[in-house]
């Protein structure tokens, strides 16, 4: 599941976001997008929780079968978005999960940034994702002068669409290791012992 890009039209965050889920997608994974400028999340709040709305049982359902993440979002004022954190905290009703939250699934980072900057955002998505209990890619990809790297619906600067696809197999590549060590082992004992 990736979930990211801003609530602007052509996001540069969205755009990596689907070169990543695109390579996850090439090595065989099924994936869904989530880009935030196409859902109506309301604010997370701990009472709107006990009885969220459709799209977001809809969101949850999906993260649940969800083995792998990528997610991306643009820096704002040094941080996430408000519109990525918000879908990181509608993922609380997943505390009463067993096991819970993100526990034994991979996710992959992904910031954009209008300037030189954008590790915070790396950094804040990595603090969320220990709090999820999820398995963090050691791989990020920090996309630094996006509006001056991705232009009108394109690319271009080739080794940063050579990062974000090697950001995707790195997820895949854990995801397929995390699966095999979740898969029931069976083991054979000789007779007589």
């Known amino acids: 599941m990736a979930i990211g890009g801003s609530l602007r039209e052509n996001s540069a965050s969205l755009a990596a976001l689907q070169v990543a889920a695109a390579e996850c997608a090439r090595l065989g994974a099924d994936v869904t997008v989530l880009d935030l400028n196409t859902v109506?999340?309301?604010?997370?709040?701990?009472a709107g929780e006990k009885n969220p709305p459709e799209e977001i049982k809809q969101y949850l359902t999906l993260a649940r079968n969800a083995d792998a993440f990528i997610w991306a979002s643009p820096m704002y004022n040094g941080s996430m978005s408000g519109a990525f954190k918000n879908a990181l905290d509608w993922l609380h009703p997943m505390k009463e999960d067993d096991p819970p939250f993100l526990s034994n699934k991979v996710i992959g980072f992904i910031a954009t940034a209008a300037g030189v900057l954008g590790l915070q955002?790396?950094?804040?998505?990595?603090?969320?994702?220990?709090?999820?209990?999820g398995i963090i890619v050691p791989l990020?990809?920090?996309?630094t002068k996006a509006p001056e790297v991705y232009v009108e619906g394109r690319w271009l600067n080739e080794?940063?669409?050579?990062?974000?696809?090697?950001?995707?197999?790195e997820v895949f590549r854990l995801a397929q290791v995390t699966e095999q060590a979740r898969a029931p082992r069976t083991q054979t004992v000789a007779a007589g012992v």
């Open 40 to 46: 109506n999340f309301p604010m997370f709040s701990l």
């Open 121 to 133: 955002v790396i950094n804040t998505m990595d603090f969320a994702a220990r709090s999820l209990r």
């Open 140 to 143: 990020s990809v920090v996309v």
């Open 159 to 169: 080794e940063v669409v050579k990062q974000l696809r090697a950001l995707g197999q």
